[in-house]
């Protein structure tokens, strides 16, 4: 009987990871329905690095302008809270877009964070989106905490943990984003904002500019709760202040 050799036992591995991988993309990109449903709970280490953004393709094209605001806050010396400046992170990352022929992975993250922020957010029940918008500025609590209160009640274990994962992945954007622009203030909480804005309707488009722009709908805005401050390794703090010094 011939012998197994270590590279075919390599090779075996490597296609049944790929084809594990392909099935949950495939799952995960279904519209929901009860399968994609009872495959959610399998398929979440996709999210929030691996997930697949379709926004390009019927029925939902993109239609609106979508962007993520950082915010932070700290002590100032006479003891009083203050706050930063919003920071616009998507105008910063677009500025990689506009001026490369091909852009790189890091002017889409916002992007990939936005509309999934705000289904796992919508997931949620009504108590435990007061708890999300509720947390104190003067003291926001640890993640531990935070997740303990979410589920007060009987919440859903997986909605809970699928929401803080997208909720400490754009935390720690948010506190390297606003290390890279403060890096002498002591940021004590984190938050971030998600505006869309719908793009002017077609009709309106053969007018002026400013009829354009007087057509075009208001913005809607979302403000998350504060979050403790969650900074990324130090290379990724690295790599965040370079982008900033090079695309703000």
Do not use: C
Not at 28 to 56: G, H, I, M
Not at 74 to 90: E, F, I, M, Q
Not at 231 to 245: C, I, L, M, N, Y
Request: charged fraction near 25%; aromatic fraction near 10%.
């Amino acid at each position: 009987m011939p012998r197994v050799s270590i590279r075919a036992i390599f090779i075996a591995v490597v296609v049944a990871i790929a084809a594990v991988q392909l099935v949950a993309v495939t799952l995960a990109a279904l519209p929901p329905n009860r399968y994609s449903d009872a495959a959610a709970p399998r398929t979440a280490y996709l999210d929030p690095y691996f997930a697949q953004n379709w926004r390009l393709f019927a029925p939902a094209p993109v239609s609106q302008d979508r962007e993520m605001l950082f915010q932070g806050s700290y002590v100032a010396d006479d003891g009083t809270l203050r706050r930063t400046p919003w920071v616009d992170w998507t105008a910063v990352e677009l500025d990689l877009i506009h001026h490369r022929l091909v852009g790189g992975r890091a002017g889409y993250v916002t992007n990939k964070l936005y509309g999934p922020l705000g289904q796992r957010y919508r997931g949620l029940g009504v108590a435990q989106r007061a708890v999300a918008d509720g947390t104190d500025e003067a003291k926001p609590p640890s993640w531990s905490a935070f997740e303990a209160k979410l589920l007060e009640g009987g919440a859903s274990r997986f909605r809970v943990g699928s929401y803080l994962l997208y909720e400490r992945a754009t935390a720690r954007l948010a506190t390297d984003v606003l290390a890279s622009r403060w890096p002498d203030i002591d940021v004590t909480a984190v938050r971030y904002r998600v505006r869309s804005w719908p793009v002017t309707p077609y009709a309106a488009r053969s007018g002026s500019e400013a009829e354009r722009e007087a057509a075009r709908p208001d913005p809607t805005l979302r403000d998350s709760g504060w979050r403790v401050p969650t900074p990324g390794s130090a290379r990724e703090q690295r790599a965040v202040a370079s982008f900033d010094r090079r695309h703000r």
